[in-house]
């Protein structure tokens, strides 16, 4: 009796939790006013100098992408602006929990370095096509596509940022450097 109720109360958080996380996916995602897109982007303050950062960030993109040469198309140090393209899969999750390949969401990052601070934009998030297909499509539930699953395809693009942001900036701090006076 009691795994029949622990199985029951497991299915109920799940489903709550499923359906926050696809009405944070909408509602908390970055427009830009200008162009329309969603759009990533923070000028961070950090210490270090142009160059500094440049270096750091370049380590980050070492560490965090597994083919970084490819991501990066631009990297420019005497202007301080790495520019890169990226893509990763998004998955379509059934009533049972089975995960299926929904496609590729291609993004560009620009990041950019000045004296203590620097500015990262992540944006032009496509659904890899034979033709372009914006993802912003999917934030319009009166279209005569809309499929339930665009709400899960947003949420999965922005905890993939969300997570490509927070492992930015912890890219970007200085290496704390231990001194050894106790030797």
């Not at 970055?30 to 961070?44: A, F, G, N």
């Not at 965090?64 to 393209?85: A, C, Q, W």
């Not at 370095?113 to 500015?119: A, H, I, N, P, Q």
Request: zero cysteines; glycine letters at 4%.
């Amino acid at each position: 009796m009691s795994r029949i109720i622990n199985f029951l109360i497991i299915n109920i958080l799940i489903i709550n939790n499923i359906s926050g996380q696809e009405q944070a996916s909408t509602t908390s995602l970055p427009i830009d006013e200008d162009t329309k897109l969603i759009t990533y982007q923070e000028v961070v303050q950090e210490t270090g100098t142009k160059d500094e950062l440049f270096n750091r960030a370049v380590m980050w993109i070492n560490f965090f992408y597994k083919n970084p040469v490819d991501v990066t198309k631009v990297r420019d140090p005497e202007s301080g602006i790495i520019k890169g393209l990226h893509r990763f899969k998004i998955y379509k999750t059934d009533k049972k929990g089975n995960k299926t390949d929904a496609g590729v969401i291609m993004y560009s990052i620009n990041l950019q370095f000045k004296e203590g601070r620097y500015r990262y934009t992540i944006t032009d998030f496509i659904l890899k096509q034979s033709s372009r297909f914006p993802i912003e499509r999917w934030l319009n539930k009166d279209h005569r596509a809309y499929n339930s699953n665009w709400d899960d395809y947003l949420n999965q693009v922005n905890i993939f940022t969300n997570s490509l942001i927070k492992s930015l900036k912890k890219g970007m701090k200085p290496e704390n450097k231990k001194t050894d006076d106790d030797w």
